[in-house]
């Protein structure tokens, strides 16, 4: 089994910074992509960014500039730094990776349990 944790959520004012953190820990081969999704209340899960293997990153156009993600720190492990949040940034955020668990399989994509970023004055 393959586990994603997330953790770093919390609340901050408009204008502050969180650093999320999310590690996958398991029966794991390797990893490929590894992205940060939110859902706001309401609203359908999109993408906030992804990176992949190589390095190669891609952002949804509201956070470019402000939003960070990064595989550099922990194996298996993806951080999202968020600078500059706006009220508009409030949502639970999710992690989500494409993980091979043996070297036959194909990648499979698992999902974290989320963590609620609040963005209030």
């Known amino acids: 089994q393959v586990q994603l944790v997330e953790s770093g959520g919390g609340m901050v004012q408009p204008g502050g910074s969180l650093r999320l953190s999310c590690a996958a820990s398991?029966?794991?081969?390797?990893?490929?992509?590894m992205g940060w999704y939110r859902q706001a209340p309401g609203k359908q899960r999109e993408l906030v960014a992804i990176?992949?293997?190589?390095?190669?990153?891609n952002y949804v156009d509201s956070v470019k500039g402000r939003f960070t993600i990064s595989r550099d720190g922990a194996p298996n492990t993806v951080y999202l730094q968020m600078n500059s949040l706006k009220s508009e940034d409030t949502a639970a955020y999710y992690c989500?990776?494409?993980?091979?668990?043996?070297?036959?399989?194909?990648?499979?994509?698992?999902w974290g349990q989320g963590t609620q970023v609040t963005v209030s004055s």
């Open positions: 990176i992949t293997t190589g390095g190669s990153t």
């Open positions: 398991g029966s794991i081969f390797s990893i490929n992509a």
């Open positions: 989500n990776a494409d993980v091979r668990r043996t070297f036959r399989d194909v990648p499979n994509t698992y």
